[in-house]
């Protein structure tokens, strides 16, 4: 009769490797029918509950304890496999540490001091810790470790900062630095492409796709999933990005990440645009704010990504010709729509560009205006404001603004007078029903704001050549009162965001240095041995430590030992 | 010196026009200075303070009363300008109502029985009685009022769905039926692209622009901006895309929309995919599930979706072969990924297609699985689910799932065994760092699913031939195994689409008649009237009625009449 027999053993550390190998060794031992080898944690009671690996004395295995069960055919197989553990472990740890490892980090680097990146994978809870040593050293960090926390992100990322060094991570999976692939990385031929990635397989799945179709990479950087977190603000993304940017190698950018912070996203936006190199953006999940702004691109999915960075990477790359910027009286834009939807269309765009923005058709809670008869956010804050005219709160007992221009003419001139306004915008719409002159009703307000209130003002024109009111006719009025004039929501925000942008990441202050992706890589590697050997096996100069938590993993001891060296 | 002089009139009814056309004759009498004529709303009450015509009496008028503010050189004229007032409103009327008109539905119709369509434009309080009055007569209906309760809203249009009657509204700005712009329309020429759109400038811009790319419109249906709200549940689109499905002269449908209720998305796609028409499908803030669908194309912006919609409609369209879908023993489909991005890219694209989905990398808050362990959503609810199995909850003291697969191999065999289950999806990522044979550690497990238990399995494969893994190897033994193999999410999301997609809208029963879209048109208008000017002018046939307010706009002395009716 079947048996399950298990054994705990409480707080000390394992090399997860080591316990894949116990587990696969001690379910081949004759006898036994399934084993389970896991730290004490939440989802490993699961697993085994799941597997029908969990005798009730198991419930107690926290999670720094090791977890040991053996179903056997019968209670005396059982007890022979876990009388092996010990044996397994001494022979799991001699193959692995048949070369040698230097035991610390400095002498590691005496070993080789090229080594300017150092890999970090040993467990969360160490991580930092050793995160802090590789930085004091003056090393950039691929940190592959998961379940670090946000703070220790942050004053990891804060320090590098001021240091001019690179962390890719915490738990950050891939990256290819000078052709080599670190953590998890698919073997791409180099060329003209350099990522930004805060999602690991989205960078293997880009960078695949990108030699799948004849491009290469130049760089791929990682960033670990919350960087773009408002908590973190895109500090390796921002340096990453001004990197690339200054990097004569790569002459596309790939921005890949999950949904990030509305206002991380347009300061990353803006650096982007700064760079002036073509950029495909894919921030899964978060809707596009059109096809196309300037050089900034995007993309749908992974695979669009991966075939735009290619497309572009072949062409010949003409920078845009920027005409100089209107003088213009404050920094705010205000749209003032008859068109719901074209309202709508504007905050779109324009929320990957303008920050912050406020309006009465949100396409994110936190735009929402309290009362669209402000002209500022929550708590008044100033900000850039999209209004649409034609709501139902401004239409009760009055016509459509886009029969009745009274409302708007209003508007313009309250919102001319405002010192922080710079820029009016301004929706035209022709066709049966509408006014039958808007633009003739619109021109002397128009006129009176640009000429006399040194206020940009620019009009969205939707309509056909068939239309009632003339489209080029209404056109030519429009400019004649010294509006810009654009028939393409697009072609509207890439001019609004070459002028009005919110200022790009503050410089990365001292810049990551060009040499981080010059020199021929070499690393240090602390955790996961089977990193080390893909980076040998790959060419590249490594050198492993031979890695033990302090302390033998006693939690109390390390905190007295962190005590006694502050 | 300068003196600001005022009426209120309280409780009576004047159409929109009539008050435009009052403040401008004000204005422009000798010695005005200005002039607001509003119903006093508190938009109104701002707007008029803004434009310093509010005097402290004015404070008085309620959202009924009529208030007329004059700003004038003196009190003397401002008075004269006042005792104005009835002489003027007095000419406004004459000029108006120069032809007969009927003064009831029913005599308008008896005048113009063919009139299939009722538009209505009066005040929103008295639309959804006049609208009632529409249906009952077995009239489709453009309802342009805004201010319409909800509860109205979904009231008509259940009724209207019982009956086969399409309802464009409330807030419906824009349509376009047989050549006839209805409401605000711009002048486009015939062609083979239908549209439906919950959004009024939106389908301008769109079929604006169609037309200014060489393309043509056979029908525009309007559904109001609610429509896909889960309230209404998106009955007027849904019986729009059927219609045009049925109808010969559409050969490429555009639906445009605000964000839509996630579930009427799901369902509204369904009904796209079902009709085999090529679709274009442009959510507007909502991100895009990758860039087609099948027949479903995904547009990021307004002028993308008219230019992808002129493209498709030059196409010869070769109907999709589509191959029988696979036996299978549940409706749902689970999601094993290692890979947290890919998790993250099947969810984006799968929840356009799949309903209810939950997961651990929700891209909505309501897909959040409270505990990745379990297999169903909150509350117990059944439903698809996608787990990131690389997620930090698994990870703790455990390999990554691409290094070890023992997690991965034990939950498809529990996810096998229930009787709901009828796809398991899995990635396969090869590359540095990963497991040297995924396919190999998955295959036994697949081949046991596929055979035994009589599930589907699909793998999505990331990697390059330079690959450490061999990937014509890897692809090779997950066929044979017995899983479809994809590298691309977009396919996989089609294919998932083809054969696991939540049901498309119930069958609007009696479907909406194609003799809506095919007889000439014809229409009685109700409210503004240069609705029917245009009408008129593009050669329809239409009827005016002299709409007056019931009870003349008593509140009190209407609803002792409607009590009266019931």
Known sequence: MAALCFEIRPGSYYDSVILMQLQRALAELPGVLDAGVVMGTPANHELLLASGLYPSGATAARPDDLLIVIQAEDEEAGQRALAQVDRQLQRRRTTIQNAFQPRSLDSALKQMPQATWVLVSVPGRYAAGVAREALAQGRHLFLYSDNVALEDEIALKQEAAEKGLLVMGP????AIIQGIGLGFANRVRRGAIGLVGASGTGLQAITSRIHNLGGGVSQAIGTGGRDLRAAVGGLTAGAAIDLLGRDPET??????????????ATRLLATAMTTGKPTVIYFQGYAPPGRRINNLHFARNL?????????LSREEIALQDDPAAKKRQGPYVRGLFSGGTLAYEAVLGLQAVLHPLYTNVPVRPEQRLPDANQRQGPVHRSGHTILDLGADEFTQGRLHPMIDPDLRLRRMKQEALAADVGLILLDVVLGEGAHPDPAGALASTIQQVTREENIAVVALVVGTDDDPQNRPGQIDQLHAAGAMV?????????????HWATAATATVSPPVSLAALQAPFAAVNIGL??????????????????????????????????????
């Open 171 to 174: 738990d950050c999976g891939t």
């Open 251 to 264: 002459r596309v950018i790939v921005l890949v990440s999950k949904p990030p912070a509305a206002e991380v």
């Open 303 to 311: 695979t669009e990504a991966a075939r735009m960075a290619v497309d």
């Open 486 to 498: 654009f028939t393409d929501t697009g072609d509207m925000v890439a001019y609004i965001a070459r």
């Open 529 to 566: 041995a089977t990193f080390a050997d893909s980076l040998a096996a790959q060419g590249a100069e490594v050198v492993s430590l031979d890695w033990r938590p302090p302390a033998g993993g006693d939690e109390k001891l390390m905190a007295l030992l962190a005590k006694m060296k502050n």
